[in-house]
Structure formats: structure tokens, C-alpha cells
């Protein structure tokens, strides 16, 4: 299996512009992850799907941000419009379920709001 | 409630030496804690994990010591080399509450010199 694939793996953008973030989680895996890293604040949930439906988006820092899952092989994290405090590193993570508490990250997408 | 205290923030060994990494929690429905390590540009991975039946779990260099009473849980790396050099993080979850939530620990950059 290829792992947890997200894309782009850097993105450059300037303030005002909507931003998209991708990921594909590994097969057969039912939970969805969204993570934000910067160094002041570490690593923080933004939002979780359990089989596709959001569970708890309270990480979500404010409406300019909204995250998808279509289906199960697929999701977005979406920024509109973005900010220069939004730089930092955007992890998705999927885990298995089923007692298997394992969470599986991709390699991130680093985004820098200029 | 739902925080991961870890401590220290940085922390330099020489190789050889007992990397010691501390976390605490205040929720005593946690009843799952896995560290993580993460390399640079990286996404954090899995590297051991623990359950409050045991007091201890070792695997190879890595030991985590569990004090349930204490609601402390601790990260040895014995002999630790230059490879250990990473980011690690604790985490702590409830089994029960489902959706494998994880709430992280704020992280601890090891740096392990020759």
C-alpha cells in the first residue's frame, strides 16, 4: 500500500486566494484525519470523519475553513480566502478502526500564505 | 480535561546516553497511549504504545513506564543514537469514545549528538 497520500506537497499562495488540499487515505481505513503543525501550537485536530461523515470539526479554527469526504477514498481541506496565519503544515491521517487505534500520516502539505 | 502535558520541550543527549521524555493527562477516561516519532518533513509515525493494565512496555531501545495513579506516562530510549534524532509526541485517547480521536502532547524535539 502507497500510505497516506496528500497533495500538493508544498503550495504557495498569496493572501485572498482559496487554497485546496487533498488526501487519499489508505485503503479500507475508515477514519479520516485533518491535522495543522506550526511550531507555536504543535500538532492540532482540525477535523475527523468517521465512514465519510465529519464527527467533530471544533479544531476547525474558523469558516474560512472547510474540509470533504465524497467518498472514502477521497478528501479536500479547503482555505477561502487565505491568510498569512494560516502558513503551516497540513497533515491528513487515516486509521483503521475497529479497536485498531493506529492513526497513519501522510508526508503533509506545507502552505505558505505570502 | 482533554490536554497532553509533555515535557521537555527540547532536549539534547549524548549518543549512548537515556533520552527521557515526560506526559501527563487529567482525563481518566484515557485509557490508550502512543507516542509518536516524526523526522523532519515527515508525517509523525507510530513507535509504541501502552495501556493502563501494565505499568511498562519495551520494545527493543524504546520503554514506556505508565503510572496510573499519577496520570503520568514517560518515553525511555536507551543507548540512544544520532538516528533517534526526531520530534516526538505523546498522545493519549478513550477506546470507548470511538472514532480513534487522539489528543496530542505538544512535542519534544530530541537531538542526539556523537
Known amino acids: 500500500d502507497a500510505g497516506v497520500i496528500q497533495s500538493p506537497r508544498h503550495e504557495v499562495t498569496e493572501m485572498g486566494q482559496e487554497v485546496t488540499l487533498r488526501c487519499k487515505p489508505i485503503?479500507?481505513?475508515?477514519?479520516l484525519f485533518w491535522y495543522r503543525q506550526t511550531m507555536m501550537r504543535g500538532l492540532e485536530l482540525l477535523i475527523y470523519f468517521n465512514n465519510n461523515v465529519p464527527i467533530d470539526d471544533s479544531g476547525m479554527p474558523e469558516d474560512r475553513f472547510s474540509a470533504k469526504m465524497p467518498n472514502a477514498s477521497f478528501s479536500t481541506l479547503k482555505i477561502q480566502p487565505s491568510e498569512p496565519r494560516d502558513s503551516a503544515v497540513y497533515f491528513c491521517?487515516?486509521?483503521?478502526?475497529?479497536?485498531?487505534?493506529?492513526?497513519?500520516f501522510g508526508a503533509g502539505t506545507r502552505l505558505s500564505v505570502l | 480535561q482533554q490536554q497532553v502535558k509533555q515535557s521537555p520541550q527540547s532536549l539534547i543527549v549524548q549518543k549512548g546516553g537515556i533520552s527521557i521524555i515526560n506526559c501527563a493527562y487529567e482525563?481518566?477516561?484515557?485509557?490508550?497511549f502512543p507516542w509518536y516519532q516524526q523526522f523532519p518533513g515527515k508525517g509523525p509515525a507510530l513507535l509504541i504504545a501502552i495501556r493502563p493494565d501494565v505499568s511498562e512496555k519495551k520494545e527493543g531501545r524504546f520503554t514506556i513506564s505508565f503510572n496510573k495513579s499519577a496520570k503520568q506516562f514517560s518515553l525511555h530510549i536507551m543507548d540512544s543514537q544520532p538516528g533517534d534524532s526526531a520530534t516526538y509526541f505523546c498522545?493519549?485517547?478513550?477506546?470507548?469514545?470511538?472514532?480513534?480521536?487522539?489528543?496530542f502532547g505538544t512535542g519534544t524535539q530530541l537531538k542526539v549528538e556523537l
Open positions: 485503503s479500507g481505513h475508515n477514519s
Open positions: 491521517a487515516s486509521s483503521p478502526g475497529g479497536g485498531k487505534n493506529i492513526q497513519y
Open positions: 482525563n481518566t477516561a484515557f485509557d490508550y
Open positions: 498522545a493519549a485517547t478513550s477506546l470507548g469514545g470511538g472514532g480513534n480521536k487522539l489528543t
